[in-house]
């Protein structure tokens, strides 16, 4: 059995969506690009041919992740989780105590994080710093420049 990974549902929806799009679509598209580079005859010296099994290859192989993490999931509920503190699944408002900048995160698993939606990892620095941080509560992260200190704004909201 595989390492548990951390989900919510949404995340978890979202895997078993682009399971059923790579499945369903993008392997047929690549298995008529194959069918078309095979009737041009020599697969030897057949770039497209080449290209479109590197492709598949490439589509099994995340397939396989997927299906994997799928496997593997264990799905998060943030509103189970105590509300006046830091935990997966839950949205977190902090504040840099230096630069005075606010920031609105979800703390997800490995498998779920997207910087650039705010949605970070429990196992990053500013996530692992954060879980388990109540209201009002000044966090110290641990940064490669550096010590970042937040202050938690709210929680859930």
């Known amino acids: ?84 503190r830091v935990n997966l699944g839950v949205k977190v408002k902090v504040r840099n105590a230096k630069t005075k900048k606010e920031d609105v995160y979800t703390i997800v698993g490995s498998a779920e994080a997207d910087p650039l939606e705010g949605k970070i990892s429990n196992e990053s620095p500013v996530g692992s710093a954060l879980i388990g941080a109540k209201v009002k509560e000044k966090v110290i992260v641990k940064a490669p420049d550096g010590e970042i200190k937040y202050e938690v704004l709210s929680i859930g909201k």
């Open 1 to 84: 059995m595989g390492e548990e990974i951390l989900l919510t549902q949404e995340g978890y929806d979202a895997k078993v969506a682009e399971l059923e799009e790579l499945v369903t679509t993008k392997r047929s598209e690549i298995a008529e690009r194959l069918k078309e580079a095979i009737s041009y005859g020599d697969i030897s010296e057949n770039s497209e041919y080449d290209a479109a099994k590197n492709e598949q290859a490439e589509l099994e192989e995340k397939i396989s992740k997927i299906e994997n993490i799928i496997k593997n999931a264990k799905i998060i509920d943030g509103k189970a989780a105590k509300s006046d």
